[in-house]
Nanobody, 120 residues
Framework: QVQPVESGGGLVQAGGSLRLSCAAS????????MGWYRQAPGKQRELVAR???????TYAGSVKGRFTISRDNAKNTVYLQMNNLKPEDTAVYYC??????????????WGQGTQVTVSS
């Protein structure tokens, strides 16, 4: 069984910072792209940031310049450093990882989500 587990969410005032972590555990051969998505109440889940296995990041326009995604391949962990948070960043943040367990067993795995609330 493979399960990514997020941590680091919480309540912060506007302008503050939070750092999210997502660690994948279980029987893993390697991990491809890793990413963070978020879903606010009444809205669709959206991509926040994504990082390839080689370490190349992409960001949603709304977070570019404020958020930084990184990964530690030795720990099967992806991070999201969020600075200058705004109330519109309030959402449940989900980790997504493409995990390769074997040549015939690979796919996307989602974490359970962590709540981020930014007060004005």
């Amino acid at each position: 069984q493979v399960q990514p587990v997020e941590s680091g969410g919480g309540l912060v005032q506007a302008g503050g910072s939070l750092r999210l972590s997502c660690a994948a555990s279980g029987s893993i051969f390697s991990i491809g792209a890793m990413g963070w998505y978020r879903q606010a109440p009444g809205k669709q889940r959206e991509l926040v940031a994504r990082i390839t296995s080689a370490g190349y990041p992409t960001y949603a326009g709304s977070v570019k310049g404020r958020f930084t995604i990184s990964r530690d391949n030795a720990k099967n962990t992806v991070y999201l450093q969020m600075n200058n948070l705004k109330p519109e960043d309030t959402a449940v943040y989900y980790c997504n990882t493409y995990i390769i367990r074997s040549a015939w067993d690979r796919g996307d795995y989602w974490g359970q989500g962590t709540q981020v609330t930014v007060s004005s």
